[in-house]
């Protein structure tokens, strides 16, 4: 990965500090990348997401604050090596409608800067909120706390985050309409495996926690700290959760991060 030098060494060290502070203190959730979809010659990509599924995520809270004060509450680590890639061009997309066309453009944007103007190293990265950030929540959540009711249509299930039958298709043939860099790839899981990075926003899942905390949808009567803590548990796995979207667009800026929406 084309890291400045010491800048890499201070981001090792740093991760691996959060990685022993954690393992001494909690259980903690291992990002799960699967087979990677990026171009054979996608080398910095490939070794950022290596590098991002190897750093551990703590999803063992009990209760969280409403504004994040220490770095350990969030994903520092992998976000510090999001930040620090230059490896190739970098785009940010501020996503926020579920509903949204958010998914395809990215897809879109990925497949023209990798085979059209040839840049296999290109950084996608969502810097997910507004509803958009239910698509970020594992089937439990969904079910618990019906969140098929906030979503347009009332879906019963996540279905972002399926694996659509075409990623299982020849990645080789990038021009196939029934294949996984097609319209029908639009999920959260085959983008993942392009190397697209998904951020989470715990201001997002602090005030979702406030709706749900005097809801009907809060089966176990839960207070905003314990539930937000709840969702924060049970984000997907890969996701980097920030202390705050729209703060970290800014940083996502000044590390050179191509602002869309």
Known sequence: ??????????????????VVSRLAR??????????MLAPAGA????????????????RNFHSV??????PDLWDQAPLAAVLAYAGGPRQAWDNTDLAGSWLNGMRNTVNSQVWSFKEPDFLCVSATHGSAHLA?????????????????????????????????RDPEDFQAAEGPFSSKGSSIVVL???????????NTIWELAERLA??????????????AAELTNHLIPDVILTPGIAATLVKLQQAGFAYSR
């Open 136 to 168: 970020l929540f594992d089937q439990d959540m969904w079910n618990k706390y019906q969140f098929g009711k906030l979503a347009a249509g009332n879906p019963g299930r996540n279905t972002y985050i399926e694996a659509p039958p075409v990623s299982s």
């Open 1 to 18: 990965m084309k890291f400045n030098t010491h800048r890499r060494d201070a981001l090792v060290g740093l991760g691996a500090g959060f």
């Open 214 to 227: 005097g809801a009907e949808q809060n089966p176990d009567r839960l207070g905003v700290g314990a539930i």
């Open 192 to 202: 993942q495996r392009r190397g697209v990075v998904f951020m989470g926003c715990h």
């Open 26 to 35: 909690s259980d903690v959730a291992n990002a799960a990348v699967g087979t």
């Open 65 to 70: 604050p409403m504004i994040l004060d220490d």
């Open 43 to 58: 080398k910095n990509l490939r070794d950022l997401s290596r590098m991002l599924a190897g750093m551990p995520r703590r």
